[in-house]
């Protein structure tokens, strides 16, 4: 009984050693994607000391520069006046390659084994990061090697989300994935803001440094996530998700109040639990056309283009715009940019909450994508009015924008990947969450890219763009926000469950 036991017998069971296990891979899966994206944020930092206004500047006594040369202190080629297009061109070349990279990456991660696919991508995105920086040490010049270094960080990285995603689909089950998820998911926000505040300490003096160390942390994270990443509970024994256990008959219930319109119990993990240690034949991995004929991955995937193109815009572009706009340094310029992501954090965690409560994945996506259009129009006019108004605004923008992105690379891919269609093959997890983040880093690579053209015109051109990109991404998902209304009827009217879509 359980009055018959002390409260520290009931603690001790409450977190079971599966609860343990758990509990590690959530935090160390939620490090490693920290340390990718803390390792992408320093040029957006650095981009105000790359060019710079040396009016104010005091010139060194050896200095071979003219007296009329105000970009004698801009690190060149970033010294003429089409600096933002080169700028834009060094981020563009990295997010390319990221988005390349990203389809053929879920294909490898799918057969290859996570712990060494994942320490190998965080050792090379330590390496090429840090190789950016020595640029400064090294005083190169040549806006070759920079694009160079990008195009191989953009394509190693491709390793760290779809191998993220399918580990924790691996030890969680669907249960409270979207709040689970939205506040796994703030390690994206947590990583911004590392990186912001880590290349901050140096962006002022030896700007290298601003990427050397976050590329040194991201290398020993690799280490860590060699020596203790675990990819299945069944390779230490523990149970897996609950749910397995369901008898199969409940899968095609329409009354289950389980069921959403994208997602259905994961029996593929289960297959994947009892024949890891068995002679069955685990199932073959899934094609790249057989995942997208999924429903949902088409409409969630071309979503998440435009919401990525408007997130990753803010992430490049945010610390110039203030800088440019408000007059502040660039340390100054990139702290207070950290408060975007502060609101991410809240956004995704919210999305997630919402999402779980109303089973309507699309629909809490769209409401997020209707709010923020308007959000970053009184933004760009009078968000620079006062530092209050700047607070208040960065952190409302970053939750809107930030949340629909972070449910549908999270929540979303996850359901989608263990989709009932599948009949159990878990393998498509990785290839589904390739697809869908491979989709949207299209979208991540030509934001920053027309912000470097339009911005020249005037910011105010960049976030018509950015308005004009979030509309897209809300009218994209009409048709299955349409289907979760008319679940909710067939649930209100029989007062029991969703019906399966």
Known sequence: MRSSLAPGVWFFRAFSRDSWFRGLILLLTFLIYACYHMSRKPISIVKSRLHQNCSEQIKPINDTHSLNDTMWCSWA???????????????????????????????????????????????????????????????????WYFVVIQVCNGLVQTTGWPSVVTCVGNWFGKGKRGFIMGIWNSHTSVGNILGSLIAGIWVNGQWGLSFIVPGIITAIMGVITFLFLIEHPEDVDCAPPQHHGEPAENQDNPEDPGNSPYSIRESGLETVAKCSKGPCEEPAAISFFGALRIPGVVEFSLCLLFAKLVSYTFLYWLPLYIANVAHFSAKEAGDLSTLFDVGGIIGGIVAGLVSDYTNGRATTCCVMLILAAPMMFLYNYIGQDGIASSIVMLIICGGLVNGPYALITTAVSADLGTHKSLKGNAKALSTVTAIIDGTGSIGAALGPLLAGLISPTGWNNVFYMLISADVLACLLLCRLVYKEILAWKVSLSRGSGYKEI
Not at 90 to 102: Q, R, S, T
Not at 106 to 124: I, K, W
């Open 77 to 143: 080629p970033f010294d003429k006046d089409n600096y933002k297009e080169l700028l834009g061109g060094v981020d563009n070349a990295f997010l390319v390659a990221y988005a390349i990279g990203m389809f053929i990456s879920g294909v490898f991660g799918e057969r290859l084994p996570l712990r060494y696919y994942l320490s190998a991508g965080m050792l090379l995105s330590g390496l090429f990061t840090s190789l950016f920086g020595l640029g400064y040490f090294w005083n190169i010049h040549e806006l």
